[in-house]
């Protein structure tokens, strides 16, 4: 894995995992999985967003700690 942007592999790798733990949890709990996203649809539009916001900040918080 050589070239230009050799990190830019970090981030596919991270993509694939996101891909995988959700291919996982629809096919083990398939119902959960649809209770979830009805429930998400059912939540205010302010309240998705500050969950998106703490999301990313507590993700990008934790990519900064392991990869230093």
């Known amino acids: ?5 050799p990190r830019m592999w970090d981030f596919v ?4 995992l996101v891909f995988a733990i959700e291919g ?3 096919a083990a709990v398939p ?4 209770e979830a996203l009805r429930s ?10 500050m969950i ?3 999301s ?9 700690f392991v990869r230093g």
């Open 1 to 5: 894995l050589t070239g230009p942007a």
């Open 13 to 16: 790798a991270a993509l694939g």
């Open 24 to 26: 996982i949890l629809f």
């Open 31 to 34: 119902n959960l999985a649809k």
């Open 40 to 49: 998400a649809s059912e939540t205010p539009v302010d309240v998705m967003r």
């Open 52 to 54: 998106g916001l703490a």
């Open 56 to 64: 990313a900040v507590l993700g990008v918080a934790i990519v900064w």
